[in-house]
C-alpha cells in the first residue's frame, strides 16, 4: 500500500508537496482504515480544486516516476530518450528550471507476511539522476536501515551499495550511469530488493481520462482472456450489470487479415434484448456510450488492481460518467469485502457530489490551489482550521462550504464581458 507520495519542482508545482495516506485521528468511518506494519492507512483520495490548479500534476508526478522507475536503464546510451522523458521543472521563477526534481514514496508490498516499510526516492535534473535512496523498516523497528545510497551532485560523488548483496553491488556499480536508477538496472540484473521495489511500481495503474487520446486508446482494449473465453465474458456482463443491465452479452468475431493492420482483428458486438420480443439487436461494441466505452476499458485495470492489491491512479475519473456511477466506483474500493487486498484509488476530479461527509474521510479529501505566481499547493480538508483553530466539523456540508469557497481551491470567476454584443 501507498503510504506517502512526496515531490517537488514538478510543473506547477515549485515547493515540495505531500499526499499522505495515512489515516489522521478522527473517528468517521473508522472500519474503513487498514492497519498494517504499524500504521493506519486510506484505501482513497480524491483530489479536487480548479481548472489548471495542479490536480493533473498530482496524478503526472506520480506517473513519471512509476515510468522512470520501470524504463530509466534504457536511458543510458540514448541521450535524445532521456531528454524527452525528463520531468518538466516549475518554470515561472528564474531559477528553478536549472534545480533537481525530486520524487519520493513510502509504500509496503501487498501480502507481505512481514509488513516492512519501504522507502524510495530519487532526485533527476537535465543530466541525469542527482541523488537516489532505498531505505526498509521491519515492522517493529524505530529506525530504517539503508539498502543504497547514491549522490551525484556538482562536487560531490558517493556511492554506497552496502545493503545488496555482493554479486548485485559488482553488478550495478559496473552497469551504472548518470541517467539511469540503481532500482531499474537492479531489477534488470535480478537483484532482489530492486525487482521488488521495480514490482511494485509495476502493478499499479495509471488512466487519464481527460485526455481524448488516451480514451481512444483505451476504448480499443478488452480484457485479458476476453476474446477466447466466455467465461471472462460473462464476468464483464456482470460488472456492466452494476450499472447498465441492458446489455446481455457479448459476440465475438475475427476478421479477415488486413495488410494495412498488425496483428489479428476482431469485431466485439455487444448484445441487447429487444423489447417486444426474444430476440437480439446486436450492437458494435463502437457504437455504446461513451460512458459504456469508459467502463469497459476501466474493467481490465480496476480487475488487476483488485486482485494485486495495488494503486490506481485516476485523471478525471467524473469525465462522461454519471455521478452515482462515480460514487459506486469508489464504494467498490471503500467496501472490505470486495476489496480483500486493501488496493488503493486516487483520483481527480470536479464531482462535487461525492464530496459528502455520507461517503469520504475529512483525510481522504484533497484540494490543489494555484496562486498568483503559478505555485501550486496540496494540501487535505484534514488540515484546514476555522478562525479559532479549530478543524472542520465532520458534519458539515463539505459541498456547499467548498463551492462557497470555504476550503479555497476553485476558480476565480468574472462576468465574461468580452462576449457581450457591440
Known amino acids: 500500500m501507498l503510504v506517502q507520495f512526496r515531490f517537488k519542482n ?3 508545482f515549485r515547493d515540495e508537496a505531500v499526499l499522505d495516506l495515512s489515516a489522521a485521528k478522527m473517528t468517521e468511518f473508522s472500519e474503513r482504515v487498514v492497519s498494517i506494519g504499524g500504521e493506519r492507512l486510506l484505501r482513497t483520495a480524491a483530489i479536487y480544486g480548479a481548472n489548471a490548479s495542479g490536480k493533473s500534476n498530482v496524478y503526472e508526478a506520480l506517473l513519471y516516476m512509476s515510468v522512470y522507475v520501470m524504463d530509466s536503464f534504457n536511458y543510458g546510451d540514448e541521450r535524445e530518450r532521456f531528454v524527452q522523458y525528463r520531468p518538466i521543472p516549475f518554470l515561472f521563477d528564474s531559477t528553478s528550471a536549472d534545480e533537481e526534481s525530486l520524487f519520493e514514496v513510502y509504500f509496503m508490498l501487498p501480502e507481505d507476511s512481514r509488513e516492512k516499510m519501504y522507502h524510495y526516492g530519487f532526485c533527476v535534473n537535465h543530466d541525469g539522476v542527482t541523488e537516489e535512496w532505498l531505505n526498509t523498516k521491519a515492522k517493529t523497528a524505530r529506525k530504517y536501515n539503508p539498502v543504497f545510497y547514491r549522490n551525484e551532485k556538482e562536487g560531490e560523488k558517493d556511492l554506497d551499495l552496502s545493503g ?38 509495476l502493478v499499479n495503474e495509471f ?6 487520446r488516451v480514451n481512444a486508446r483505451l476504448s480499443q482494449r478488452v480484457p485479458n482472456g476476453f476474446i477466447e473465453d466466455k467465461a471472462v465474458q460473462q464476468r464483464v456482463v456482470a460488472y456492466f450489470a452494476s450499472f447498465d443491465s441492458s446489455i446481455k452479452d457479448f459476440r465475438v468475431e475475427k476478421l479477415p487479415p488486413d495488410e494495412t493492420v498488425q496483428g489479428e482483428r476482431y469485431r466485439i458486438d455487444a448484445l441487447h434484448k429487444k423489447f417486444d420480443c426474444d430476440d437480439i439487436a446486436a450492437i458494435p461494441l463502437g457504437w455504446e456510450s461513451a460512458g459504456t466505452l469508459k467502463m469497459f476499458a476501466l474493467y481490465p485495470e480496476l480487475q488487476s488492481v483488485l486482485a494485486h492489491g495495488s494503486v490506481f491512479v485516476i485523471d478525471e475519473l467524473n469525465a462522461r460518467l454519471h455521478p452515482l456511477l462515480v460514487r459506486n466506483f469508489l464504494l467498490l474500493f471503500l467496501n472490505p469485502k470486495i476489496n480483500v487486498h486493501n488496493a488503493q484509488l486516487i483520483f481527480t476530479t470536479h464531482d462535487t457530489w461525492q464530496l459528502s461527509n455520507r461517503l469520504l474521510r475529512r483525510d481522504e479529501i484533497w484540494f490543489t490551489e494555484k496562486d498568483a505566481r503559478g505555485v501550486s499547493t496540496l494540501y487535505s ?4 482550521a476555522d478562525e479559532d483553530g479549530a478543524r472542520i466539523r465532520k458534519d458539515v456540508s463539505y459541498e456547499k462550504n467548498y463551492l462557497l469557497g470555504k476550503y479555497g481551491a476553485i476558480p476565480a470567476l468574472r462576468d465574461m464581458n468580452v462576449l457581450e454584443e457591440v
Open 10 to 12: 514538478f510543473k506547477s
Open 207 to 212: 488512466s487519464n481520462f481527460g485526455n481524448p
Open 381 to 384: 480538508l484534514a488540515d484546514i
Open 164 to 201: 545488496l548483496t555482493k554479486s548485485g553491488r559488482e553488478n550495478v556499480r559496473a552497469a551504472l550511469d548518470s541517467r539511469t536508477l540503481i532500482v531499474s538496472l537492479g531489477a534488470k540484473l535480478k537483484v532482489e530488493v530492486c525487482k521488488m521495489v521495480r514490482d511494485w511500481f
